[in-house]
């Protein structure tokens, strides 16, 4: 799920980018909490979806560094 959500991500596809994730969370992929950091989902930060996805997971927003 999580690499559909990746293929996704590269044609700017938001819908499909939050079912995938969704889709991962529910499926317990261990490597999911990294789309806080990963560039491909930089689009994304904005969506509620997206800041519900990453608050469901206990992780803080994301920060640009200075």
Do not use: C
């Given at each position: 799920?999580?690499?559909?959500?990746?293929?996704?991500?590269?044609?700017?596809?938001?819908?499909?980018?939050?079912?995938?994730l969704e889709v991962a969370f529910e499926k317990r992929n261990t490597t999911l909490p990294r789309i806080n950091n990963s560039p491909e989902f930089e689009f994304m930060r904005s969506e509620p979806g997206f800041k519900a996805l990453i608050k469901k997971m206990g992780l803080s927003d994301y920060q640009i560094p200075e």
């Amino acid at each position: 799920a999580l690499t559909l959500a990746n293929d996704y991500a590269m044609i700017s596809k938001r819908e499909e980018v939050l079912h995938w994730l969704e889709v991962a969370f529910e499926k317990r992929n261990t490597t999911l909490p990294r789309i806080n950091n990963s560039p491909e989902f930089e689009f994304m930060r904005s969506e509620p979806g997206f800041k519900a996805l990453i608050k469901k997971m206990g992780l803080s927003d994301y920060q640009i560094p200075e």
